[in-house]
């Protein structure tokens, strides 16, 4: 009997949450010792398999670049492993003898990965270590364009984990996925939490879904080079960032701005690194190409190389061209040049002050980056603060590139594939999610303070102002009654300074 593939990918989708449930209810007694076990032995395997996989996810999806790719699964195994192992995400992870509070760590269950086509290998074991490493189960949704490369990742890591004494079915995955079927995973009643990346419209299922979930927001990155920055080493930084795997990292540079004193500098530098400053007529024809709509980009140009993007555009550049380039002074939805393009193409501002740089850069993130990154050139430290303080983004890099920067390759930042932006974008951190993201903490307190509960009724309650005001009222009227004569008719005038005579004795 022949089923439909929504029904089937439905199907091994439940039956793969089933198995994780009762898979991590094992896991849930494991020690510190057995888990740390268990995440090395699959780091190690991914990281073994690293070109492997990056050779797979180029071919199966045709973007990128193959020594890139292998780069970001090192990144996603070991240097995510070497940031995470000696955390304690088992049993009693601290204790304040001073204050008897004790910290308890303990899972949240079973964790539904959504994995974009941009990084399917990478993002696959990322959020598989991260996962055990907390001693949740993780059930994975890839991007139906890069199934087999990302389902092969999670096969190596299965593998390792078993072999290292994991459960079997800790890991779990949709070999054949479809959008209900992804929807319906993240609604699942055994699913405890949401590990989303992909477009904004997956971001924006995942935290209607009912479930916490950890969502990222877009990355329209912009670079700002100050006027005091290192012109040459800068803009090679900078290329070399952006032509990284094809600029399909969230965190890569989306657009230039510089400053009018260094521009021809930054030109000439850009030039020389391979980047190709697009005329007026070539420009209009690789707008067409970037979006097709307002504010909606081309899929098919995503992770290509220049050149190829250059020749679907109908434009010729030179053999070994990186990166296009066009000069802008405009930011818009109707402006191609100015939304995030994940693709080596670049807009050019030219600011003619500091305040029209970081007007530029505001700009560019409120179209479609807030909250995520920005990247800084300068040698002044007061540009660096200024910017950090006043950018409304979750990270800023200083000084290097961007793209494997914000991931933590080349900063001091927690080696992570899913950034947050926070609440300026609309995501409930702004750190870079690692393991301790995954794990919920009790507390144990101790009583350290003696306090006395008075008794009911030890207290008097003051009478309200009102509440008096009616009681002597009441008083004045009963004593003036009291001196009228009995069946005598009440004189006015009589009434009048009786009255007179009581209220001068509340006076």
């Not at 292998?70 to 996603?76: A, H, L, Y």
């Not at 509070?101 to 290998?121: F, K, L, Q």
């Not at 800790?170 to 079927?181: D, E, T, V």
Request: proline share 5%; with cysteine; aromatic share 4%.
């Amino acid at each position: 009997m022949n089923f439909d593939q929504d029904l089937q990918s439905i199907q091994e989708m439940r039956d793969a949450v089933r198995r994780a449930k009762e898979a991590q209810a094992k896991y849930m007694n494991y020690t510190q010792e057995q888990v740390d076990a268990i995440v090395k032995a699959v780091a190690e395997a991914a990281y073994a398999k690293s070109l492997d996989l990056a050779v797979m996810a180029v071919s199966e999806t045709g973007m990128g670049v193959v020594e890139h790719k292998k780069i970001k699964n090192e990144v996603g195994s070991m240097a995510v492993y070497e940031s995470i192992k000696n955390e304690k995400t088992v049993g009693v992870i601290s204790e304040d003898r001073e204050l008897r509070v004790t910290e308890i760590a303990y899972p949240y269950g079973v964790i539904a990965g959504i994995i974009p086509t941009t990084n399917p290998t990478s993002s696959a074991i990322f959020k598989t270590l991260i996962a055990l490493k907390s001693r949740n189960a993780i059930v994975v949704s890839p991007h139906p364009r890069a199934k087999n490369c990302s389902v092969e990742a999670l096969k190596i890591c299965n593998e390792a984990a078993v072999k290292a004494g994991a459960p079997d079915g800790l890991i779990g995955w949709i070999s054949n996925p479809s959008m209900q079927a992804t929807n319906e995973l993240m609604k699942h009643r055994d699913v405890n939490l949401i590990l989303a990346t992909g477009g904004g419209a997956l971001v924006r299922a995942a935290y209607g879904s009912g479930k916490p979930a950890y969502g990222v927001g877009p990355g329209n990155v912009p670079v700002y080079i100050e006027k005091t920055a290192q012109i040459p080493k800068t803009v090679k930084m900078i290329m070399d960032s952006k032509s990284f795997d094809n600029g399909t990292i969230c965190a890569t540079e989306q657009s230039i701005v510089v400053d009018q004193n260094v521009r021809q500098m930054v030109l000439r530098e850009l030039r020389n690194n391979g980047g190709h400053l697009l005329t007026k007529e070539e420009k209009a024809k690789v707008e067409k190409l970037i979006s097709p709509a307002p504010g909606k980009l081309n899929p098919n140009i995503v992770g290509q190389d220049a050149v190829k993007i250059a020749n679907m555009a109908g434009v010729t550049v030179p053999l070994g061209t990186r990166v296009l380039i066009a000069e802008e002074t405009r930011v818009g939805k109707d402006v191609p040049f100015s939304i995030e393009k994940l693709s080596p193409i670049f807009g050019f501002y030219t600011a003619e002050n500091y305040e029209q740089a970081k007007d530029y850069c505001l700009q560019l993130l409120r179209l479609g980056g807030m909250g995520h990154s920005l990247s800084l050139h300068t040698t002044d430290d007061k540009v660096a603060n200024d910017f950090a303080m006043t950018m409304p983004v979750s990270r800023m890099m200083v000084n290097t590139l961007s793209s494997i920067g914000a991931v933590g390759a080349t900063t001091g930042l927690k080696p992570s594939l899913t950034l947050g932006c926070g609440s300026f974008g609309g995501n409930i951190t702004s750190d870079n999610v690692t393991a301790k993201h995954l794990i919920n903490i009790k507390r144990m307190a101790y009583g350290i303070k003696e306090v006395d509960i008075p008794k009911p009724g030890t207290a008097s309650i003051p009478v309200s102002n009102n509440k008096k005001k009616e009681e002597d009222l009441e008083a004045i009227v009963d004593q003036v009654l009291k001196q009228l004569e009995p069946n005598g008719l009440p004189d006015p005038k009589v009434i009048a300074e009786m009255v007179n005579q009581v209220i001068k004795q509340y006076n």
